[in-house]
């Protein structure tokens, strides 16, 4: 969808691969070529440190990977309880097990079984919800003390990770989230903080 409709280009590209590889594997140490040769595309246009690259089948897995490579951090630094993961209220991350119990809205939570143990929400950042009179700089930092309070209330020795759609779309489709600082930025400074006492 993000790259258009019956791009013939990309027809071609995927037909061209597939008769190159008729099955591929990229688990463990394996990749293919054109794996190899995007992986050191997406490294060079991703901020510095950002040079590894884990492919995932679509938005679901590739939010399950996310998350699992935040426990398998914290497991082997032997920090065992840093399970928790924060996300919005109104965010869509996907149908998979743990992709949906991320998934705030009503519906996914009462129609199916999700794994609570695991997934904490905040409100979301919507700028539907600013109070009148507050600017988008504060409406921004309470945004930001929202989680930092979540943060402080789970204990930081419990959270591995938030997860945050820079925008939200799927879920409510209101495409007014309130643009949170960049994480490594002076804005999350308190939300860092707060994570680095666990
Ligand atoms: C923000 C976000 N994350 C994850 C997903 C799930 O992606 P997929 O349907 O490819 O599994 C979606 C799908 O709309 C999405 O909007």
Same mark, same amino acid.
């Given at each position: 969808?993000?790259?258009?409709?019956?791009? &013939?280009?990309? +027809?071609? =590209?995927?037909?061209?691969?597939?008769?190159?590889?008729?099955? *591929? @594997? !990229?688990?463990? #140490?394996?990749?293919?070529?054109?794996?190899?040769?995007?992986?050191?595309?997406? &490294?060079?246009? +991703?901020? =510095?440190?950002?040079?590894?690259?884990?492919?995932?089948?679509? *938005? @679901? !897995?590739?939010? #399950?990977?996310?998350?699992?490579?935040?426990?398998?951090?914290?497991?082997?630094?032997?920090?065992?309880?840093?399970?928790?993961?924060?996300?919005?209220?109104?965010?869509?991350? *996907?149908? !998979?097990?743990?992709?949906?119990?991320?998934?705030?809205?009503?519906?996914?939570?009462?129609?199916?079984?999700?794994?609570?143990?695991?997934?904490?929400?905040?409100?979301?950042?919507?700028?539907?919800?600013?109070?009148?009179?507050?600017?988008?700089?504060?409406?921004?930092?309470?945004?930001?003390?929202?989680?930092?309070?979540?943060?402080?209330?789970?204990?930081?020795?419990?959270?591995?990770?938030?997860?945050?759609?820079?925008?939200?779309?799927?879920?409510?489709?209101?495409?007014?989230?309130?643009?949170?600082?960049?994480?490594?930025?002076?804005?999350?400074?308190?939300?860092?903080?707060?994570?680095?006492?666990?």
């Amino acid at each position: 969808m993000n790259i258009g409709y019956g791009r &013939a280009e990309m +027809a071609e =590209a995927i037909a061209d691969q597939i008769k190159q590889l008729s099955y *591929g @594997s !990229t688990f463990w #140490d394996k990749t293919t070529i054109p794996a190899a040769q995007l992986a050191d595309k997406l &490294a060079q246009l +991703a901020p =510095a440190q950002l040079n590894h690259v884990v492919f995932a089948q679509g *938005g @679901s !897995t590739g939010v #399950d990977t996310a998350i699992r490579l935040a426990h398998y951090y914290f497991q082997r630094l032997g920090q065992h309880s840093k399970k928790k993961i924060i996300a919005f209220g109104d965010a869509y991350h *996907g149908g !998979t097990l743990l992709a949906s119990t991320l998934t705030g809205y009503e519906h996914n939570r009462t129609a199916f079984h999700v794994i609570d143990d695991l997934v904490d929400h905040i409100p979301t950042p919507n700028a539907y919800r600013r109070a009148d009179g507050l600017s988008d700089l504060d409406f921004r930092e309470a945004c930001v003390a929202e989680l930092e309070h979540k943060i402080v209330e789970l204990g930081p020795e419990n959270v591995a990770c938030c997860i945050m759609e820079p925008i939200l779309g799927t879920a409510r489709l209101r495409g007014t989230t309130a643009r949170l600082p960049p994480a490594g930025g002076p804005g999350m400074r308190p939300v860092r903080r707060a994570l680095h006492r666990g």
